[in-house]
């Protein structure tokens, strides 16, 4: 007489055993996926930082360099160079292209501002709009030169609610600072925290600044071109 065979199913038990360390296995690996989403968006994240702030400063490292040494007729100061700068912020004037039309002159201001629209957040803006003035290297000369004396501070508020802005970096930044190198015959060398009414460009232009818990950006150093063509043709 053969026996009859009886298939041994799971118990109620062994069900839910194996259905938490399902849960289990789903939590850790839910967890490992979710972990690596997002270091996977802080890696993008902190790259597109690099990339805005490589753009921003060349950007910058352009147009500092590019300064032009255009005459004006500054309140009660007399002639001088269209370049004045503080340590929160800095007009000068230079092209803002390199070809196609970029002989073309305009005033530029660049500094912080707080959100004062919608559409215009907290940040690191230029402003700009074309220059009328004359370009020349002789302050002694004033043929050309207008006899409207240009007020600084009324230029700077022209430039910041009339003219045309550009967002370099949205956001408060912990430090942002501009300095000026003078190089004097005979003196050494020394970091001004201001430009103002000088009948020449400064040797460098430092740009510095750090936004929120980023790492400070590699400070900007430039090198007006205009006054190195003159300093080389004088010698």
């Known amino acids: 007489m053969t026996g009859r065979r009886y298939l041994r199913g799971f118990t ?17 690996i839910g967890g490992g996926l979710n972990l690596g989403i997002r270091s996977w968006e802080g890696m993008d994240r902190h790259q597109q930082t690099e990339s805005d702030a490589f753009l921003v400063q060349q950007a910058l490292r352009r ?13 009660d100061k007399g002639r001088q160079l269209a370049f004045h700068g503080s340590a929160e ?10 070809n196609g039309g970029g002989d073309d002159l ?11 629209q919608p ?24 043929q050309g030169l207008s006899s409207t004396q240009l007020n600084w ?21 912990d ?21 103002v009414y000088q009948d020449s460009l400064p040797s460098l232009i430092s740009v510095q600044f750090k936004e929120g ?14 006054d190195a063509y003159v300093a080389k043709r004088a010698n």
């Not at 109620?12 to 850790?28: F, G, N, Y």
């Not at 300064?67 to 004006?72: E, G, I, L, P, Y």
């Not at 430090?175 to 430009?195: G, H, N």
């Open 63 to 75: 147009l500092l360099g590019a300064a032009n040494r255009s005459v004006v007729n500054s309140d």
């Open 119 to 142: 559409d215009e957040p907290e940040g690191l803006y230029l402003a700009y709009e074309p220059y009328s003035g004359v370009s020349e290297e002789d302050l002694n000369q004033t």
């Open 12 to 28: 109620l038990v062994e069900m839910l055993v194996a259905l938490l360390l399902l849960s289990l296995l789903t939590v850790v």
């Open 153 to 173: 501070d009324l230029k700077r508020n022209e430039l910041i609610l009339n003219a045309r802005k550009s967002l370099l970096m949205a956001g408060q930044f």
């Open 175 to 195: 430090e942002f600072s501009i300095s000026y190198l003078k190089t004097e015959p005979d003196r050494p060398s020394a970091w001004e925290p201001e430009w």
């Open 106 to 116: 305009y005033w530029i201001w660049l500094g912080r501002l707080d959100s004062r």
């Open 213 to 226: 818990e980023v790492a400070p950006w590699p400070t900007l150093k430039v090198r007006p071109k205009a």
């Open 89 to 98: 912020e800095l007009i000068w004037v230079a092209p803002l292209q390199q």
